[in-house]
Structure formats: structure tokens, C-alpha cells
């Protein structure tokens, strides 16, 4: 399936919390077909570190189609012969350099001052995630969703539709998220994240875009978010206590110097910089904070109160390794939302197996969806 990245624009866009408007763009792409009634649409949310680019290829020739392949496409748990699926990407898009995203966050420019915003860029929430992604959907003509879906930060989101539009969602899938922030997940891995990237030198209070930019941090910021997102047994299988130069050439004894260094750490950095390319250390930040505040309550509700407004059927699906979203967590909430069911599975390998190990999840979905 090759797929397009198409952009949405709005001349003003008000942020809640920050009490201000700017102007915004956020790329998206959809898979499938509207139908005439424009009532078989499906919103697809990304997670952390991810984008739009839910499935196909851009080209034929590219090896890696997107993150939700296996689930989204003709004949899959999300059938694009069926629903018409959408997903954008969100504000302050970490991969802002990737050609493939359109992003307004702190490294766009400022049309008031011509530089990039950098820390003068508002503060926002999923509440003005999803309030954003409703805009868009409205300039499609669509006004309810037969479904709201994602992992880990996207079903954070579906959460918020369920909570902020309940009469524009049908069924709700949230995949390694509960409705809920806990104090364990405002400092692992948002507030260490922002803190590593603070404490580089070069991050300069955000105004780094003609100078160096802040690699150190940010590479010390996504390695704590990746061991926060695996566990112990998925590190052992794969790395053990093994050395990353036996030999000792390129890396120096661990035992002897500071500077040696244990297979772990070595692959865990590699995949980070593998990625890092597109990164930026701002956006980071922006959406580390976003998380950080992330609260389905309005003004005295209590967490029940908000859950009990959300009228969308839901399934969440926890990974009993996961250690941010926990089934404890689940069931607490499953109690006050109205029409719910949970499906648990142990993976073993923790958090990101909502993104790469598919096959746990599937059949759950499809049953869901169906």
C-alpha cells in the first residue's frame, strides 16, 4: 500500500493552558476510503517517538513500511476495505527533521521574530492534541469516529477523545496506556528526559538552532525512555553480561576504566543513534511535558468522575512486563468507565511491545474492531 503525507493548516490554533494562538501545521495520512455518509472514519495516534506513517510505504522500494503495518491495511484487524483510517502527527513531532512529518513545534519558525521558537513555543497538552486532530476531521467532514486507537502516547489520546468528545467516538482502544499519569511516569521517563537535556551545555535555554545542538542530553534522554520502556528480561536475552569489545580495541576494560563498556550499553546507544538523526532536543521536551500533564480532569472531578463521562465502548490492552501502565492500573480504571473490558498479555520484553510485537495483540483487536 503506498501512502501520501498530506498537510492541515490552521491560520490560528488556541492553545488552552497557554492561553495563546499561533499558526499550525501537522501532516497525516489516510488509508482506505470515506465512504458518502463520511461515518466509517478511524483515528489512529501515535506514540512518543513515532509519526503519522501508521502503515504502507511512501515508495516500493523502502524496507520498513509503518509502525502499525501488520494492523492497519486491507483484510487486517483494521481494514482499510472497511474504515477509512487517519492518523496525524502531533505537535512538536520529535522527528521534526524527518522529510516525512509536518510538525509546529519549538524548532519552527516564528512568523513574529523569523527564528525558531524554541522555548517561547506554548506549552501544550493531549487535550490540544486531540482538540487539534478534531479541526482536522471537521475539514474533512467527518463528526464521529466508528474508532479511536493507539499505543502507548496514542492511547493516551484515544482516552481524551472518549473523555472530551464522547458523542464523536464509538469504540475506544487504548494499547499500553491507562487514563492515567502516575508519579512513577511523570519522572520515568518525562521529567529525567527534559532534566538530561537541560543539564548539556549546549541546550543553552532552548536557543541552540544556529549553534550545537544538545546531543549529549538528548542521547542520555532517549536511552533512559528505551530502558524505561524494556524490561530485565528482555536485556538479558539479548545482551547479557557480555562485553562490547571482548578484545578490548575499541572499547577499554570495563573493569580497568570508566570508559569500557558492557554489550548493553553499547547496543542500547547504537539504537538510539540510529534515530537520533531527525530528533530534536526541544521537541523532546514539549512532548516529555505534554505527558507530564497529561489529566482527564476538569477543575474538582475526580479521576472517576472524568472516566464515567467517557460513553465510547473501550478495551484497553495491558502488557503484564510493562512497568509505566500497569494492570493494576487498568483495573482501577476499567471500575468507572462505563462500557469496558481489558485484555492482558506478558510479553516479557516490556512497553515497546505494543509497537513491535504485534502478534500478542491482534486477534484482541480484530475481535474488538469487528
Aim: glycine share 8%; charged share 25%; with cysteine.
Amino acid at each position: 500500500m503506498l501512502v501520501e503525507k498530506k498537510c492541515f493548516s490552521l491560520d490560528e490554533f488556541y492553545f488552552e493552558e497557554a492561553d495563546v494562538s499561533i499558526p499550525v501545521k501537522i501532516g497525516y495520512e489516510t488509508y482506505g476510503t470515506l465512504n458518502e455518509e463520511k461515518d466509517n472514519a478511524v483515528m489512529i495516534c501515535h506514540f512518543f517517538t513515532g509519526t503519522s506513517h501508521v502503515a504502507g510505504k511512501y515508495k516500493e522500494n523502502e524496507p520498513v513500511p509503518g509502525w502499525w503495518d501488520n494492523l492497519v491495511g486491507a483484510g487486517k484487524a483494521i481494514d482499510t476495505d472497511r474504515y477509512f483510517v487517519i492518523s496525524s502527527d502531533v505537535l512538536s513531532n520529535i522527528n521534526c527533521y524527518n522529510p516525512n512529518v509536518i510538525t509546529t513545534g519549538p524548532a519552527t519558525i516564528n512568523p513574529v521574530t523569523g527564528k525558531e521558537y524554541g522555548m517561547y513555543f506554548p506549552i501544550f497538552t493531549i487535550k490540544d492534541v486531540v482538540r487539534l486532530q478534531r479541526k482536522l476531521l471537521d475539514s474533512l467532514g467527518i463528526k464521529k469516529l466508528k474508532l479511536v486507537a493507539g499505543p502507548s502516547m496514542g492511547g493516551l489520546q484515544s482516552f481524551m477523545w472518549g473523555r472530551f468528545f464522547p458523542d464523536d467516538v464509538e469504540k475506544i482502544i487504548s494499547v499500553a496506556a491507562t487514563p492515567m499519569i502516575r508519579p512513577f511516569g511523570i519522572m520515568v521517563p518525562n521529567q529525567l528526559g527534559i532534566d538530561s537535556i537541560m543539564l548539556d551545555p549546549d541546550w543553552r535555554g532552548g536557543a541552540y538552532y544556529d549553534k550545537k545542538p544538545p546531543q549529549r542530553g538528548l542521547l542520555l534522554a532517549f536511552k533512559n525512555l528505551l530502558v524505561a520502556t524494556r524490561t530485565d528480561k528482555w536485556a538479558e536475552e539479548n545482551f547479557g553480561r557480555k562485553f562490547a569489545d571482548p578484545e578490548f580495541k575499541k572499547y577499554e576494560n570495563p573493569y580497568r576504566s570508566f570508559y569500557g563498556k558492557f554489550l548493553v550499553e553499547k547496543e542500547i546507544e547504537n539504537i538510539v543513534l540510529g534515530r537520533m538523526q531527525f530528533f530534536d532536543a526541544n521537541s523532546y521536551m514539549y512532548i516529555a511535558k505534554a505527558n507530564i500533564l497529561y489529566d482527564l480532569r476538569e477543575g474538582s472531578e475526580t479521576l472517576e468522575d472524568a472516566l464515567a463521562k467517557i460513553k465510547a465502548k473501550t478495551l484497553m490492552i495491558i502488557d503484564d512486563s510493562d512497568l509505566m501502565f500497569t494492570r493494576p492500573q487498568a483495573e482501577e480504571a476499567k471500575k468507572s468507565i462505563k462500557d469496558c473490558q481489558c485484555f492482558y498479555y506478558d510479553s516479557g520484553n516490556g512497553h515497546l511491545s505494543c509497537i513491535y510485537e504485534t502478534d500478542y495483540i491482534e486477534k484482541a483487536i480484530r475481535g474488538f474492531v469487528e
